[in-house]
């Protein structure tokens, strides 16, 4: 039985720029469903259930933002943002959204190529990283993490988190009550070359703030240790 292809969505209304994205993601053995508007790109999504989706920024009949706040609506897929160069806003504005990276335009082919394979290394949690920690399951306060089942659980809610949000609050709770560096967080959840990309982290940190803490303005659980990194701290009984 032949392997499934990974398969990508990917959607911008610049067509010579498309054409040269999919004809370079096919020539890797990717399955590739070309869109032309943000439309098109949620249909395309809701129809094949890829492993990655590409945003364009600027689309017409629905942006890069609405489609990617849209998606996230309905699946935890690896979503790559793609802005202008200098639009610093729009990569932060992306990544509050839910984005798990970005690609800044003018963009090489092996940029593309590398940003793809990260977020698809990130989002398959080998089962090497899974047998890492003692225990298969944790619990702090009313926040379970389930390493086995790739679960979390706040009370008997249980909480819908991409595979970033899901690596970084797993790492902290493998280092619960211990402070954990912006290098160390960047390093283990989304590699070596993205050292220094502070602005990522502090983003998802926030987004994953607003999935599990009561009041994320005033955080009890993931604090914020100023100039060394982060925090996730046992609540007092």
């Not at 999919?22 to 809701?46: C, H, I, M, P, T």
């Not at 979503?79 to 990276?101: E, F, P, S, Y």
């Not at 998802?204 to 100023?226: A, C, F, G, M, Q």
Request: with cysteine; charged share 25%.
């Amino acid at each position: 039985m032949p392997t499934k292809k990974t398969t990508i969505v990917t959607a911008d209304d610049d067509a010579q720029l498309l054409r040269l994205i999919k004809r370079n993601l096919e020539f890797e053995e990717y399955e590739v469903f070309a869109a032309s508007d943000g439309e098109q790109a949620l249909q395309l999504v809701e129809a094949h259930a890829p492993d990655v989706v590409l945003l364009d920024v600027m689309m017409p009949k629905m942006d890069g933002f609405t489609a990617c706040q849209r998606i996230r609506e309905f699946s935890s897929v690896p979503i790559i943002i793609i802005t202008a160069r200098g639009q610093d806003r729009d990569k932060v504005h992306g990544l509050d959204l839910g984005a798990d990276d970005y690609l800044t335009k003018p963009f090489s082919v092996e940029e593309l190529l590398a940003r793809v394979r990260a977020v698809l290394r990130r989002s398959r949690l080998s089962s090497h990283e899974l047998s890492q920690g003692m225990r298969t399951t944790v619990t702090i306060g009313d926040l379970t993490i389930d390493f086995t089942q790739h679960l979390v659980r706040l009370g008997q809610r249980e909480l819908a988190l991409t595979p970033i949000e899901y690596r970084l609050l797993a790492y902290l709770a493998q280092n619960v009550d211990r402070i954990v560096t912006h290098d160390q967080l960047l390093e283990h959840v989304w590699g070596n070359e993205y050292i220094g990309e502070s602005h990522m982290l502090q983003v998802n940190i926030n987004r994953l703030r607003r999935k599990i803490e009561p009041d994320p303005t005033h955080p009890r659980l993931i604090l914020t240790r100023v100039g060394i990194g982060y925090q996730l701290v046992t609540p007092p009984s």
